[in-house]
């Protein structure tokens, strides 16, 4: 089942004079199995719009469809928060800063033992969750959170969330403060997740080369509307309109659009680094250079994907 | 979390907020001080509307003030529950049932009680709000300049102050934060017995502490990477000074502490001749 948002509003502190809006008459539709990536400025309303989909945020006027489970304004019937929660796996930013428990499986194993799960249920999901993002349970499952390496503490942070085996995964900001080859290796975790345990995912993100590489589409949001919900490549045409609201154009469509003006036309598609290379290599083939051929561009140390 | 007040400053302009933060701070302890001298509840009344003239001076809405109870809600139910039925004065019981007694002194001094904590929040909550960190520092540390004398590092006592203050809201925030993210979790806060819940908490505490030695640790490093403790002498940007206002401020504050010390001590009350007084107008209407 696809999540339904319509008409959300939301306003902070309602009601005094520090009322903020957050959010305006917001309308989304995100079917199953998509990549979302959600950009907009700071204070743009994306974070708020994300913990709507948890419950986390009580819905002030709008609808909210997660699954079939239906969140509104009315107090009464209250939602199932504890199957919305196991559906929509949030993983906030900065996530490992909310570790706690003595040892890591432990404190994987926290979200499962919420959901009811017994005991040795719950240690079974926690570990095969640590395993999902590449860590040995049996090798740091004992270990106490607090002396893991930065990037470790992050995924195990993402295992206590995927450990509740969540279909829609949301993240926020997952690579904040990692270099590029923790953001590298955070991004693929991410679509190996996509593929093996949640479906649907939504991230995030302040960084356009990053997100144009995985996501399927982009929804911007700018003051609290959804400025921009389309295919990313009629997206990068409004490249104006996206540096108005404060962010800019994917790298790879500058290079594009500069090559263009020198003459060189990539066509009109290029959303990514990915695609960038593959058009300059036939580009460069069209006027009789030789060059090899480039499957996927390499990052830093994929891990073989 | 988001809607304490206590703690936190309104950042608007005003003659109040430009006051001498010295005389602020004077002031504040000097209203906690006269608070427990406050005898009728005419001296209340006239703090609740010295209180209000602060807010419209200041340009704060009162709705802001009586916010900041909020926070000491079941503190103040606590205390005038206990007071109501246990009062251990000299009363004429009106109503008695096993250890419960009520007696009008003891509804008195229930109310008074509660009028007390009220007022003396929401007084001490004007200074927050209209006193910025860096002047609170300040005027602090210009306070205590004479232990100077007797060795007393003033000035770090006063930044380690000023910072506490600093920290509340942010660790309000913080803890709203990881609240948000065990809830995702399926952390569950809201039911269960006492022990449970206090349990519950343990997943919100922990984070919270570790952020916060850690916020400790990285603010430690910013304040020697600027040479905080490098010379002897620091100069500041803003000086301090004594301005008419100030003593505007002085003469009104001297008027409302007089007024309540002369009400207890001279007049002994004036809720006595207010009642007189209204009874002579009620005769007299009669009469008419």
């Known amino acids: 089942m696809p999540i339904v948002v319509k008409g959300l509003s939301f306003a902070y502190s309602k009601g005094t004079p520090f009322e903020k809006k957050a959010l305006d008459c917001v309308d989304v539709e995100i079917s199953d199995g998509q990549f979302i990536g959600i950009m907009g400025h700071t204070g743009s309303g994306k974070s708020t719009f994300i913990q709507h989909l948890n419950g986390l945020i009580k819905v002030q006027s709008g609808e909210i469809d997660v699954d079939g489970i239906h969140l509104t304004s009315a107090r009464r019937p209250k939602p199932d928060y504890k199957k919305l929660r196991s559906t929509v796996g949030m993983v906030f930013q900065y996530p490992e800063y909310q570790l706690f428990d003595e040892t890591v499986i432990k404190d994987v194993a926290f979200g499962p033992k919420n959901l009811g799960l017994s005991k040795e249920e719950a240690f079974a999901r926690a570990a095969e969750a640590l395993r999902l993002v590449g860590l040995d349970p049996d090798e740091i499952g004992e270990r106490a959170p607090f002396e893991l390496s930065g990037g470790q503490k992050r995924r195990v942070a993402i295992a206590g969330v995927i450990a509740m085996r969540p279909k829609i995964l949301i993240l926020d900001e997952p690579t904040a403060g990692l270099d590029p080859y923790g953001k590298e290796q955070i991004m693929s975790l991410i679509c190996r997740l996509k593929r093996e345990c949640s479906p649907t995912v939504i991230v995030i993100s302040h960084d356009m080369d990053e997100i144009t590489r995985y996501a399927d589409r982009l929804i911007v949001f700018s003051e609290g509307r959804v400025a921009f919900d389309m295919p990313m490549q009629e997206l990068f045409k409004h490249g104006q309109e996206l540096e108005a609201i404060g962010l800019e154009l994917p790298s790879c469509v500058s290079i594009a659009d500069n090559l263009r003006l020198k003459g060189i036309e990539l066509g009109d598609d290029i959303v990514n680094m990915d695609g960038l290379a593959k058009a300059v290599v036939k580009a460069a083939r069209e006027r009789g250079i030789e060059c090899g051929d480039i499957a996927s561009v390499r990052w830093y140390g994929e891990e073989g994907e | ?288």
């Open chain 2, 1 to 288: 979390m988001r809607d304490v007040a206590f703690g936190q400053y309104y950042p608007v302009s005003s003659p109040i907020h430009r006051l001498d933060p010295r005389l602020k701070i004077v002031f504040t302890l000097l209203y906690v001080v006269t608070m427990f001298f406050v005898s009728s509840y005419t001296a209340y009344a006239v703090i609740l509307i010295f209180l209000l003239a602060l807010c419209g001076f200041s340009h704060i809405p009162p709705s802001a003030m009586f916010k900041s109870i909020k926070g000491i809600i079941i503190l103040l139910i606590l205390t005038s529950v206990l007071n109501l039925f246990f009062y251990g004065g000299e009363t004429s019981v009106v109503w008695q049932w096993w250890i419960f007694k009520i007696s009008p002194e003891a509804i008195d001094s229930a109310l008074k009680l509660m009028l007390r904590l009220i007022l003396l929040i929401m007084g001490t909550t004007m200074l927050t709000f209209t006193t910025g960190a860096t002047e609170l520092t300040d005027g602090i540390e210009s306070l205590l300049k004479p232990l100077n004398l007797i060795k007393i590092p003033v000035r770090d006592l006063a930044i380690i102050m000023s910072i506490a203050l600093r920290f509340i809201p942010i660790l309000i925030d913080e803890t709203d934060k990881i609240t948000m993210a065990q809830k995702s979790r399926g952390a569950d806060f809201d039911s269960g017995n006492i022990f449970k819940r206090a349990k519950a908490l343990l997943p919100v505490l922990i984070p919270l502490f570790v952020g916060a030695f850690r916020k400790a640790d990285e603010l430690a490093d910013a304040l020697d990477a600027r040479c905080y403790n490098a010379s002897p002498k620091r100069t500041r940007m803003k000086k301090i000074t004594f301005a008419v206002r100030d003593l505007i401020a002085l003469i009104v504050f001297a008027a409302l502490v007089a007024f309540v010390f002369l009400d207890k001590y001279l007049i002994g009350g004036a809720d006595t001749y207010i009642v007189k007084l209204f009874n002579i107008i009620v005769e007299f209407f009669k009469g008419l």
